[in-house]
């Protein structure tokens, strides 16, 4: 009976490679992904602030265009002699974080109205530096008869 050796020669200096990733190249990949990703995240938070600061300059000019209609109305409806000015108002809920004022000048038959409009972000209901002013300009005049002078 004879007996047969096998022998197997090792090879020195290579391993046999194994399915998966080295640290060096899990490492690398998030090195790359990260320099890659946070930029991007820095758009996106810029485009939301942008986006937030459009929506509200949207709301100011339909709420100084409500504003604006409201008072025409009720200078047609009566008439009022002189000037005023109301004082910083805030609008009714949802919008009470957007304040307002009114200007009437002119004469007894053409009336100017400035309606200006902000979101008070520190509801101090002052309009400060960082908050953005919405204003719209309209007219009203006396319909009917003119007074007898």
Not at 20 to 33: C, H, K
Not at 93 to 121: C, H, L, M, Q
Request: proline residues 5%; hydrophobic residues 40%; charged residues 25%.
């Amino acid at each position: 009976m004879m007996i047969q050796i096998c022998v197997r020669r090792r090879r020195v200096g290579r391993r046999k490679r194994e399915n998966g990733f080295t640290m060096l190249e899990i490492l690398a990949s998030i090195a790359l992904l990260s320099i890659t990703i946070i930029p991007l995240l820095g758009l996106l938070a810029g485009s939301l602030v942008s986006h937030a600061q459009r929506e509200q300059q949207l709301r100011a000019a339909f709420l100084a265009q409500k504003r604006l209609e409201e008072v025409k109305d009720e200078i047609l409806s009566d008439y009022p002699v002189g000037n005023y000015t109301e004082p910083p108002t805030a609008f009714p809920a949802p919008d009470s974080r957007y304040k307002y004022t009114v200007t009437v000048t002119g004469d007894d038959n053409i009336k100017n109205i400035a309606v200006r409009v902000w979101f008070d972000e520190n509801g101090n209901d002052v309009r400060n530096g960082g908050e953005q002013e919405f204003g719209l300009r309209g007219r009203a005049a006396r319909r009917g008869p003119l007074p007898a002078s």
